[in-house]
């Protein structure tokens, strides 16, 4: 029901309502005195009109675009209409009917734009200015047809266009004309045809043609620079693009595939015209993009030009770094001040990509130098090599064209290290100049076919200079000790499985990395790689060793486990947290090699878990590092579970009990530290391992001493868990000793039931069950109290 409010009250809200809103009232009126005054000071607007009413039947295309489809179909059909007549009607007419039918249609068609124009009509004059341009088309191949049959048709054709590519031209440039768009373009575009149509039909072969489409990219470059922007410098654009790339690819071939110094003359003057043009419109272009990209193609071309020269006199190893020599001696025009900016950098950037091309022409051997010797892990100790070549290929074949590998490298290494001065580009110039020097030293030996000794030597100091490299403090230019350290470790891997021929230059080579990159991890900055990668090296020096000696593997495993300490003290010992991971990861890897190599012998595998134990429990006893003390229990009972396997003992307690009695003693320990910590957490684990698998060897034991001890043991527990109010050792023990009385108690209750009648043991749960409910209550404050016991224990 509603609440209705007595007279008094409902009057006070009527009044504070009414006084709300003349509060409200006044506020309004102010603001609406403020908005007069800014009004007044401003234009006031005309009305709006009224939206229109849109239309049901709204036009879906514009007057302008209907026209021109008009116009477009209308110039299609009569193009048609001519191509049909002058190819089917032709015949029917004589030479004098057929002249002056063809010219009276073209001069008429070719007139009637004028008078389009002068009445505004753009769009149709168009539409006829193209039917016109068609019909002068057609017009030549009426003249061949009929006059000129004996003519070649190439020949007719390179003549033909180039009449027509004037025609159109005047057409365009006629006073009342030049407003048409179409005119000119198309003289433009049928101006690519002449030169290369002559050429092809005079037989000039390949330079000659070459030669045409170069000159015709020239006649577009000239166009395309001085046309205003509009049609016509598009089509002139793309015309000298088209044809230029045509020609420069057909004159590089030429050049790359020349078989004398004459051919080789002949495909350099055209890839130098070439470039000449693309100078030319780099440099008279505006527009920076354009002419940084012209001046790269100039560059590249130039470059072929010269190396084509040379490279037909030259071994074929020695064409790249020919025309290397000339991509690197483009660097020179960078310094002239008089070259515009834009030209001096497509310069700068084709002297990059010659010696970028170089650099991937040289990859093959380098990938072939430093993956080759992986090979030898199959054949180690097979014996030593005839030279560094036959170490690195392993049966493979040599490249012998990229004999000249290693100067390439170099001298682009030296252009990085020398020409690159800029404060943002020094240290990455540095870093290739250091990547591309390490890279030719790494091919030398193998080039040169150095003897099998020496290419070892050079790679131990390789990796030397690398480390020290890395040490050496940076400087304001320097490329950090990264890269360097990068590069020794990718020397040391090659060197490491170059050295496996023979016995002797393994554990000299592995000898020396273990003595290198222990010493570079003096320096603290490198510990986070050269830590490991000593002990890696080590892990492997220890194996040869063993090996050399011919011992046995388990034997081998013995000193392979010195890896596993030495990580563990550098772990302790370094205060980089990454080094601290590596080392110990590196050091469990030795370790799980020295377990492997004992798997054999069950005598020193347990030895080896125990030394493992030792190991994991000393890198325990660090504070941050408390939890490896698990790793070290589980390899301890491991140790003794494997020395018992190991003399016969099948018992479980022989198994269980060692591992309790620390896992108790532990539990006992925490509970002095923290009395807060639950029974079950410091005694359950150790408890459970002792009595469980007790238990379950008791229940299939047939013997009665087993179970006896079980049960004592167990009271023994519970009895200690009653004492001392534990929770753990009363349940468990408890639980154990109840489950052993009812295993010893079994065969007598199953006599018993067995002279019992079948009446009696129904009759004995049913007064069970009468018991049970008629104290019910009683059981029910009895349990209450056992868990409020319970509950009051640890």
């Known amino acids: 029901m509603t609440h209705v409010p007595p007279p008094a009250e409902e009057l006070r809200l009527i009044d504070t309502e009414l006084w709300q809103l003349d509060a409200l009232r006044v506020q309004l009126l102010a603001r609406r005195a403020w908005l007069v005054g800014r009004l007044s000071s401003f234009p006031q607007p005309g009305p709006v009109p009224p939206a229109e009413t849109p239309s049901p039947h709204t036009p879906e295309a514009t007057a302008p675009r209907v026209q021109n489809v008009l116009l477009l179909l209308g110039g299609l059909l009569l193009t048609i209409a001519a191509i049909a007549f002058t190819l089917v009607s032709w015949g029917h007419l004589g030479i004098a009917g057929r002249a002056l039918v063809l010219g ?58 180039a009449v027509l ?35 092809v039909a005079a037989g000039a072969g390949q330079y000659g043609i070459t030669g045409a489409l170069l000159v015709t990219a020239m006649g577009d470059t000239a166009v395309a620079l001085r046309a205003p922007a509009g049609p016509v410098r598009i089509t002139a654009t793309a015309g000298a693009y088209g044809m230029g790339v045509w020609g420069a690819l057909s004159a590089a071939w030429l050049s790359w595939t020349a078989g004398g110094p004459g051919a080789a003359t002949q495909a350099a003057a055209l890839l130098l015209f070439a470039a000449g043009v693309a100078l030319t419109a780099a440099w008279r272009d505006r527009a920076a993009g354009h002419a940084v990209g012209l001046s790269l193609a100039a560059g ?58 170089a650099v991937l022409w040289a990859l093959p051997l380098l990938a072939l130098t430093l993956l080759g010797p992986a090979g030898w892990a199959a054949r180690v100790w097979s014996g030593t090599p005839a030279g560094a070549r036959a170490a690195v290929t392993v049966g493979a074949p040599w490249l012998p064209q990229l004999q000249s590998a290693p100067l390439v490298l170099t001298a682009v290494a030296t252009v990085l ?48 200079a690398l480390l020290a490299v890395a040490a050496r403090p940076r400087s304001t230019e320097g490329t950090g000790p990264l890269p360097a350290l990068v590069l020794a470790l990718l020397t040391s891997l090659s060197l490491a499985f170059l050295s496996l021929p023979t016995r002797s230059a393994t554990v000299g080579v592995l000898t020396a990395l273990t003595a290198l990159f222990a010493a570079a991890s003096l320096k603290q900055r490198l510990t986070t790689v050269t830590v490991p990668a000593a002990l890696g090296y080590g892990a492997a020096w220890a194996c040869a060793v063993g090996a050399a000696a011919d011992w046995a593997p388990q034997h081998t495993a013995l000193l392979v486990l010195v890896v596993p300490a030495v990580a563990a003290l550098c772990a302790a010992r370094t205060a980089d947290a990454r080094t601290t991971v590596t080392a110990e990861v590196t050091g469990a890897a030795a370790g799980l090699l020295a377990l492997a190599l004992t798997v054999g012998d069950p005598a020193m ?31 301890f009972a491991l140790a003794a579970w494997v020395r018992l396997a190991a003399w016969g003992v099948t018992a479980p307690e022989a198994y269980m009990v060692p591992l309790s009695v620390p896992a108790l003693m532990m539990g006992a320990l925490r509970r002095r530290r923290d009395p807060r910590a639950s029974s079950w957490t410091a005694y359950g684990p150790g408890l459970a391992t002792a009595l469980i698998p007790s238990l379950a060897a008791a229940w299939t034991d047939v013997h009665a001493t087993r179970p006896l001890l079980l049960g004592a043991a167990a009271l023994l527990v519970t009895l200690l868990g009653a004492r001392h109010r534990l929770r753990a050792p009363l349940l468990l023990g408890g639980g154990v000793l109840v489950l052993d009385t009812l295993h010893e108690l079994a065969p007598y209750l199953i006599q018993i039931t067995g002279l019992l009648p079948r009446w009696v043991p129904p009759a004995l749960a049913g007064a069970l069950l009468l018991a049970v409910g008629a104290t019910y209550e009683q059981r029910l404050r009895d349990v209450r109290r056992a868990r409020d016991l319970l509950g009051r224990m640890d």
């Not at 190396?307 to 030259?314: E, S």
């Not at 071994?315 to 001040?337: D, E, N, Y």
């Open 104 to 161: 009276a249609v073209t001069v008429a068609t070719l007139a009637a734009p004028l008078p389009l124009l002068g009445r505004g009509l753009r769009s149709t004059a168009e539409a006829v200015a193209g039917l016109a341009l068609a019909l002068t088309v057609l017009d030549a191949y009426a003249l061949y047809a009929v006059a000129l049959t004996d003519m070649d048709g190439t020949a007719y054709t390179a003549g033909a266009s």
């Open 165 to 199: 590519a004037a025609v159109w031209t005047g057409y365009g440039f006629l006073p009342r004309l030049r407003s048409l768009r179409l005119p000119l373009p198309a003289a433009v575009t049928i101006a690519q045809l002449p030169l290369l149509l002559w050429a």
């Open 300 to 357: 590249l071309l130039a470059v072929t030009a010269l190396g084509g020269i040379v490279h037909p006199a030259l071994p074929s190893t020695w064409a790249v770094p020919a025309h290397l020599a000339f991509g690197i001696a483009l660097l020179a025009a960078v310094r002239v001040k008089r070259l515009l900016e834009p030209v001096r950098r497509g310069l700068a950037l084709a002297s990059a990509a010659v010696q970028g091309l």
């Open 417 to 464: 290290a020398l020409a690159v001065r800029t404060t943002a580009w020094r240290p990455k110039a540095l870093t290739g100049a250091l990547v591309l020097g390490w890279s030719a030293l790494m091919l030398l030996p193998a080039v040169t076919d150095l003897p099998y000794p020496a290419a070892l030597v050079v790679e131990v100091l390789a990796t030397a």
């Open 605 to 635: 595998f347990s030895l080896a878990l125990s030394l493992s134990g030792m190991i994991v429990a000393g890198t325990a006893l660090r504070a941050d590092r408390r939890p490896a003390a698990y790793a070290a229990t589980a390899l």
